[in-house]
Each structure stands twice: as structure tokens, then as C-alpha cells.
């Protein structure tokens, strides 16, 4: 069975993520902010920046991150960008429901403006 998510679909090296901070889009939500950008490779791919000091439990982190990447594993018309997943304060308060919703929204807006 194929990864549901390969290593060609995530941001691996600070290079990688420095390439999206330089001159990155921003789509926001109550919990989230993310940065993106156009890359040259033709395939979408996802990154996480969630600071302790923003979610403080591990256990909340990564069930931020499993969410996100299983919205993005199911999004299949995304364009070509490399995204970054940060977190704002009180993200981990969130319900999976709103959690789920907010991610929705977020690629919408990814696609809008990229």
C-alpha cells in the first residue's frame, strides 16, 4: 500500500521552508495562519511550524498536524505550492469538527489566491 503521505509531498529541509517564508501568502483563521507559495516542482506540499510556546501539549501538536495532513491528503486540487502550518494561541481548543472546518476553509482560500 503507497504512503497516504510521501515524502515528495512534505517540506523536509530548512531550505525548503525558508523557500516559502521569503515571500509567502498568508490565509488566516481563528486558530491558524498559513503561509504558502508557488514552487516549480508541480506537486503541492506541506509543512508544519507549530511553536510549543503556541500549543504547549505534544499530544495537541500532533493532533493538529494528523488533521491537517489528512484534510491535505484528501485535497486533490490544490496548484502547486509549498504551504506552512503555524498555529495561533488557543488553537488546541478547538474541536475536531471546528478544526476540520477551519482547514476547508484554509485551503479554500490557498486556492483563491495562489
Known sequence: MPHPFPK??????????????QQAKKASSDGFVILFRRNPLGDTRLGFAVAKKK?????????????????????ADL???????????GAHKLDHQALHAQTLALWKKCRDRA
Open 55 to 75: 500549543v504547549a501539549k505534544a499530544h495537541d501538536r500532533n493532533r493538529i498536524k494528523r488533521v491537517f495532513r489528512e484534510s491535505f491528503r484528501l485535497q
Open 79 to 89: 496548484p502547486p505550492v509549498d504551504i506552512v502550518v503555524t498555529a495561533r494561541h
Open 8 to 21: 515528495t509531498r512534505r517540506l523536509l529541509t530548512p531550505r525548503a521552508f525558508s523557500f516559502v517564508f
